[in-house]
């Protein structure tokens, strides 16, 4: 893994959440129904707001501006760190979301 992210002297990058702290995360976000898995958030259950920045979230790094209504744990780890406003690598998580994508078309391309 290459390591480049900016940093800040004396500033090093805080933990990334786990995925049961996402999970309550976006339960306090105001997430409308029950959430055991992350496969179980839907963005549109979100209230508002955190919607409108899961939107732009899932816009910049899938392109689309429609049918993108889920969220994977790097989005929503993105989404608490702008929350929180903490210091969290946020090069790496565009990463591991575009690894996700690449790997994810393969798969795709394999069952057709």
Known sequence: MLHVSPRIPNQPFADLPTKEEVLDFLWFLGHSQDIRYLTDVN?????????????????????????????RLSQAQMLWGLYHRINIDFAY????????????????????
Not at 93 to 112: G, N, T
Request: hydrophobic content about 40%.
């Open 43 to 71: 963005v549109n259950k979100l209230y508002h707001p955190w919607r409108s920045f899961a939107s732009v979230i899932n816009k910049c790094l899938t392109r689309k501006s429609f049918g993108v209504d889920s969220f």
């Open 93 to 112: 998580l565009i990463w591991e979301d575009f690894v996700y994508q690449v790997e994810h078309k393969r798969q795709s391309e394999a069952m057709r």
